[in-house]
């Protein structure tokens, strides 16, 4: 059995083979080559015949088939507005593109949910929020909990450092209890992260483009690694207050560049918790952790090797919409077109 995970990521898309729950092969490509000819990769898949592809998901969706797609999932999956900024409704991004190809070329697979649609997060922990961590952050999570023998003994808190955002998820005997997303967590490289309502107040009805403006690159030298590491140092803390976390995993595309691992063992200062990287999966050398995680996840939906650890991180019983449980402004009564 073959199945694909897919990581569509601000740099890269990567692409990781599984046959029968064991690593195959693997593809990165540069995100702005996808843009402008996706069918390449239609191609690459197609000439795979996978059983199953876990495809971008955007800011997730509970399970649902890609050929079930419809115009309310393809906003929700890319949150953009229309043109004229006050109808919510779908845009044809490049993700959106992408997905309609699969859809086009009958390519079996599933969008899968980000970290607010999941039943083991405490409903009072999703208020007022919309980024908890997207689906790319579950699959990361998920490849980490494969790395205990027993899911139940997976207790962490796992720090993605990506090259655009930050991210943060806790994991508590192998479930998924809570998560700061990048636009919620602290500086990114790209990023600015959580956000001064003053500021977004100034900013007005700003571009989603702002997200990816005031990141840690924009900083003055002298200021530049204080504020980065200490904004990652205080998501860790924020996490370590409502989890029982054993370990700090290290993800993402940064950490040996920065030398972060070093920093946060020094600041860190807990003998409890231990800190390490993510391990890939075998004979993986250059794929993300999160399309490493989303071959699994594929893996497990098709009753695989990896089916007890998806029926343990409780992923089928995903469900809701980003939308739930906030109370601000209009979008405490927004509806769907």
Not at 77 to 99: R, Y
């Amino acid at each position: 059995m073959r199945v694909i995970g897919i990581d569509p990521g601000t740099r890269t898309y990567d692409f990781v083979v599984l046959e029968d729950g064991i690593f195959a092969e693997e593809l990165t490509m540069p995100t702005e080559v996808i843009k402008k000819k996706p069918g390449k990769i239609i191609e690459f898949i197609k000439n795979l015949d996978p059983a199953l592809v876990s495809a971008p998901s955007g800011y997730g969706l509970p399970f649902k088939k890609i050929s079930e797609l419809n115009d309310n999932d393809f906003f929700l999956v890319n949150l953009k507005k229309s043109n004229n900024g006050n109808v919510l409704k779908f845009s044809n991004l490049g993700l959106t593109k992408f997905l309609k190809l699969l859809v086009e070329n009958k390519i079996p697979g599933y969008v899968i949910p980000g970290v607010k649609h999941l039943p083991t997060v405490p409903t009072y922990r999703k208020i007022n929020k919309i980024d908890m961590g997207t689906p790319d952050k579950v699959c990361s999570t998920a490849l980490a909990v494969s790395g205990y023998k027993n899911y139940s003994d997976a207790s962490f808190i796992l720090a993605e450092i990506g090259s655009a955002f930050n991210a943060f998820i806790a994991a508590e005997k192998g479930k998924i209890i809570d998560g700061i997303g990048g636009t919620l967590a602290s500086s990114g490289m790209m990023s600015s992260g959580k956000m001064d309502g003053e500021v977004a107040y100034l900013l007005g009805g700003f571009e989603k483009e702002v997200l990816f403006e005031g990141g840690a690159k924009d900083i003055d030298k002298k200021f530049k690694d204080d504020y980065f590491i200490e904004g990652i140092l205080k998501d860790i803390s924020q996490l370590l207050a409502v989890s029982d976390a054993k370990a700090i995993i290290l993800s993402g595309g940064m950490p040996g560049k920065l030398e972060i691992e070093n920093k946060i063992k020094i600041k860190i200062k807990r003998n409890k918790i231990k800190i390490k990287k993510l391990k890939g999966l075998k004979g993986s050398l250059n794929s993300s952790h999160a399309a490493q995680g989303a071959a699994i996840i594929a893996d497990g939906l098709c009753g695989g090797k990896y089916k007890e650890l998806i029926e343990h991180l409780e992923l089928k019983n995903a469900s809701g919409t980003v939308f739930d449980y906030l109370y601000q402004g209009d979008l405490k009564n927004f509806h769907l077109i």
